[in-house]
């Protein structure tokens, strides 16, 4: 599996490629409305999937533009503006959510960061890149781990590594499409690879979390007790950092197979199953494209339909009117035809209210004109 390299065959991939990426977001963002009004025993799979899909890709997007850039003779300086100023205004966009504190875990905080994070390995080699993502793979959960102690009240620093929707926890993903992004995935032969890829994956999470981890999870849980002094005293917390830390004690999360648990397990089930609908999505015959374009219209607005879930929940809640579905019959899939409508309504605009604004903001960041890169 070769990475394309030419900027013909970049050329080649074409609106089908932006098409089925848009595709796969928008069944992330179907998921997460699933997972907010209609989770049952049928989709009960979409919980934690969908958002590692989302951020596979993101990560998939990020990479795109970043090559486009550097085809077109755009300065590396101007793909910098544009990130953090995406950074900035997502970021900004995530805190508005919080704070209307609905019950559900916001990413856009750990997305942002990871727009900046990601720009140390933007210029990087595929290579390099894919040692990244199996590296996070495994060191992430620690990190993670680590920083929900040691960051613990430093509301920035944790959307960084603070926990399982912070940046360092979802990095694997994003890292992961970053690589994605370096091959032709039109190419039948690298979709079809990344959907085996994906199956097994799959198949090796599932398999540990049935037959390995129950018992070693047990085990290891075990063994951490025996070694946690449980009558320490607590920590000062007026005094200086780290002497008012207390210390990590989520270690058993680094066995867990639970949605949103961030482990090197879960993460692994989660990025085959990503794998998977992204490997299928473009191996669907051009001829056929019909089927995922309702999808590819909610995934051209994807940060606004993201953002519109937790509006929606909130409206409700003040309203004092229940937003769980689940005494609908078929009511995951009444869900699925609202959002693919209101997605596809959304959709009929030149971009989608939150795109637009986002543009307009990154475009002050970048409105000096194109420079030629250096050679």
């Known amino acids: 599996m070769k990475p394309t390299n030419s900027k013909q065959e970049n050329k080649g991939k074409g609106s089908r490629r932006l098409l089925a990426l848009d595709a796969a977001r928008g069944l992330a963002v179907i998921g997460m409305f699933l997972q907010h009004f209609a989770l049952n025993e049928r989709n009960a799979f979409v919980a934690g999937n969908t958002t590692l899909l989302f951020v596979l890709c993101g990560g998939i997007s990020y990479s795109i533009m970043a090559q486009r850039m550097k085809e077109r003779g755009s300065h590396v300086s101007i793909f910098r503006s544009k990130m953090l100023a995406r950074a900035v205004f997502i970021d900004v966009i995530g805190y508005l959510l919080i704070m209307l504190n609905t019950p559900y875990g916001i990413i856009l905080p750990a997305y942002a960061a990871m727009f900046l994070l990601a720009l140390v390995l ?158 299928l999505t473009f191996l669907i015959p051009s001829r ?61 605009m030149p971009n989608g209210p939150l795109e637009s604004m986002m543009r307009r903001f990154d475009q002050i960041f970048s409105s000096f004109g194109t420079v030629s890169a250096p050679k």
């Not at 929940?313 to 009511?331: M, Q």
């Open 122 to 279: 933007v210029n990087r080699s595929t290579r390099f890149i894919v040692y990244s993502a199996v590296s996070l793979l495994l060191l992430a959960p620690p990190i993670m781990i680590l920083g929900m102690s040691y960051l613990k009240g430093a509301y920035l620093l944790e959307d960084i590594a603070g926990g399982p929707m912070s940046a360092v926890a979802l990095a694997p993903a994003f890292v992961a499409g970053m690589a994605i992004a370096r091959f032709n995935l039109t190419d039948k032969r690298i979709s079809m690879t990344l959907a085996i890829s994906g199956f097994l994956m799959l198949a090796i999470g599932k398999l540990l979390a049935t037959y390995v981890l129950p018992d070693l999870s047990t085990s290891f849980e075990s063994w951490i007790m025996s070694v946690m002094d449980l009558n320490q005293t607590p920590p000062d917390e007026y005094a200086i950092w780290p002497n008012n830390v207390t210390p990590p004690q989520m270690w058993h999360l680094l066995l867990q197979t639970a949605p949103h648990t961030a482990s090197t397990f879960q993460t692994l089930t989660g990025l085959g199953i990503a794998f998977i609908v992204l490997g």
């Open 288 to 348: 056929i494209k019909i089927i995922i374009t309702p999808f590819a219209a909610v995934g051209r607005v994807a940060l606004t339909m993201y953002a519109l879930q937790f509006v929606i929940v909130w409206i409700l809640t003040i309203l004092n009117i229940g937003y769980d579905l689940s005494g609908i019959p078929l009511n995951d899939l009444f869900v699925v035809i609202v959002t693919l409508v209101i997605g596809s309504i959304i959709a009929r």
